[in-house]
């Protein structure tokens, strides 16, 4: 991440299980419509396995005004 962008609020959303990878798009969605002052200023999607699992993990990095 560049030293430029600016931010005060991290949220992660994860799942491993694979209907909750299915479904993490909308969680996200439904967050950014119920935090319209999160500007957000980075994103950063992770995946990572082991032999049993598979995780997802998409981090926002946003700004809010008024924090």
């Not at 430029?4 to 949220?11: E, L, Q, R, T």
């Not at 209907?19 to 967050?31: C, S």
């Not at 319209?36 to 993990?57: G, K, R």
Request: hydrophobic fraction near 40%; proline fraction near 1%; aromatic fraction near 10%.
């Amino acid at each position: 991440m560049a030293n430029d962008k600016k931010f005060n609020g991290v949220k992660v959303f994860s799942a491993t299980m694979a209907q909750e990878r299915d479904n993490l798009g909308e969680k996200v969605t439904a967050w950014l419509r119920n935090n319209p002052n999160a500007h957000i200023v980075d994103t950063i999607v992770t995946q990572s396995s082991d032999q049993a699992f598979h995780c997802l993990a998409i981090t926002l990095f946003y700004w809010e005004d008024g924090r």
